[in-house]
């Protein structure tokens, strides 16, 4: 993390937070940013990453941080994709699913390398998916867990826009986001990785 990182990350999340469409959603939807951040700070002594690794970490929480403002629902430049795809939904909620999947994705496959966790390239690729998959799974129960706990307040955090197989297609997203991430980045991550 660069002082232009924790910069461009800040001014972001002030402007998240100023005028968000709602509080409480805004909370929901940047409390991954934050904790991603308070994160890194803890553990950057311990265990640094790629720049591309902490560069990706900072665009999933502008998505996130973009999300909370307007919601995902209401994002202004998806509402402009979908009035001239003449779409019926405003699909910056699948953006952020593919970058929930793209950069963990990313994120385990360092650490999962780098500390030898599992041995063979396609092994290491096999549960760095696994765990995307798995880490998208857990966020839609999360997100299933606050709409119970807070009853209709949730429904600007939950997105669905009335599409019944929202949460399937959130998992797919991920899941997509996952594999194209291993076989889109891997030779780049391995060639920062090998300069550490």
């Not at 929480?61 to 307007?70: P, T």
């Not at 650490?111 to 857990?138: D, E, K, P």
């Amino acid at each position: 993390m660069t002082p232009l990182w924790l910069a461009i990350y800040s001014v972001v999340l002030v402007w998240s937070a100023i005028g968000p469409k709602d509080y409480f959603t805004w909370w929901l939807e940047v409390m991954p940013a934050l904790l991603a951040v308070v994160l890194l700070l803890a553990t950057r002594k311990r265990f640094q990453f790629t720049p591309l690794v902490y560069w990706l970490i900072l665009v999933h929480c502008i998505i996130l941080m973009v999300g909370g403002h307007y919601t995902y629902a209401e994002v202004p430049l998806f509402d402009w994709i979908k009035a001239l795809l003449h779409s019926d939904r405003n699909n910056f909620d699948k953006l952020g699913h593919f970058a929930q999947g793209f950069v963990p994705a990313l994120v385990a496959r360092e650490i999962i390398i780098r500390n030898g966790v599992v041995n063979g390239r396609h092994w290491s690729n096999f549960f760095v998916v696994c765990f995307s998959l798995a880490f998208s799974a857990f966020y839609e129960l999360i997100e299933w867990w606050v709409a119970v706990a807070s009853g209709g307040s949730a429904e600007a955090f939950l997105g669905t826009q009335g599409y019944v197989w929202d949460t399937q297609s959130d998992m797919g997203m991920a899941l997509l986001g996952a594999i194209v991430a291993v076989v889109v980045m891997a030779r780049l991550q391995d060639r920062q990785m090998a300069r550490m």
